[in-house]
T-cell receptor, first 115, second 113 residues
Framework: AQKVTQAQTEISVVEKEDVTLDCVYE???????LFWYKQPPSGELVFLIR??????QNEISGRYSWNFQKSTSSFNFTITASQVVDSAVYFC????????????FGTGTSLTVIP | DVKVTQSSRYLVKRTGEKVFLECVQD?????MFWYRQDPGLGLRLIYF???????EKGDIPEGYSVSREKKERFSLILESASTNQTSMYLC????????????FGPGTRLTVL
């Protein structure tokens, strides 16, 4: 079974629109971490944010914000006023205590921002 | 800046060839990982290593082997390349703590003809 689900395979938005990328995870651990990564066309995954299972505060960083809800096992990512440079594949990942530093990745969401 | 480098960005090999993909990290990290990335499947773990000469199978180890003779270097080996191993291969390094991010290399796009 998939531990991290990103149901949106591809999303296209027009520049300046807001967009939310969904991430749903599954774990039996009480201690875990969730991550978001951006993969631009160059290929290298870039770390965006980390959230631990005990901290449900939402976080905002510039145009990026993250909504973590344990009740629905979701860790969604919103880009406000999207820009062409946001076009990339975005991955959500889960790190569990039982698995050491092994990550479980979602299948990714490909975001295209149209100028 | 932390750095993970991979020996090639693009590689073309023939079926049956032995292929070596090299990864080097400069972070002194204990853990290193090899993933393959395919459309619609995301990143899938092939092998990882938590120490020199130590290795663990990931989710899809069949057809691959690995070598870690030095802490900074982790090699992925395709003993006899097949066309279904055409993919993007990503190497990553990590501290071993679940709270720490993994750091990724730029990837090697391998085509097996």
């Amino acid at each position: 079974a998939q531990k991290v689900t990103q149901a949106q395979t591809e999303i296209s938005v027009v520049e300046k629109e807001d967009v939310t990328l969904d991430c749903v995870y599954e774990t039996r651990d009480t201690t875990y971490y969730l991550f978001w990564y951006k993969q631009p066309p160059s290929g290298e995954l870039v770390f965006l944010i980390r959230r631990n299972s005990f901290d449900e505060q939402n976080e905002i960083s510039g145009r990026y914000s993250w909504n973590f809800q344990k009740s629905t096992s979701s860790f969604n990512f919103t880009i406000t006023a999207s820009q062409v440079v946001d076009s990339a594949v975005y991955f959500c990942a889960l790190s569990e205590a039982r698995a050491g530093n092994q990550f479980y990745f979602g299948t990714g969401t490909s975001l295209t921002v149209i100028p | 800046d932390v750095k993970v480098t991979q020996s090639s960005r693009y590689l073309v090999k023939r079926t049956g060839e032995k292929v070596f993909l090299e990864c080097v990290q400069d972070m002194d990290h204990e853990n290193m990982f090899w993933y393959r990335q395919d459309p619609g499947l995301g990143l899938r773990l092939i092998y990882f290593s938590y120490d020199v000469k130590m290795k663990e199978k990931g989710d899809i180890p069949e057809g691959y082997s690995v070598s870690r003779e030095k802490k900074e270097r982790f090699s992925l080996i395709l003993e006899s390349a097949s066309t279904n191993q055409t993919s993007m291969y990503l190497c990553a390094g990590g501290t071993g703590s679940i709270r720490d991010t993994q750091y990724f290399g730029p990837g090697t796009r391998l085509t097996v003809l």
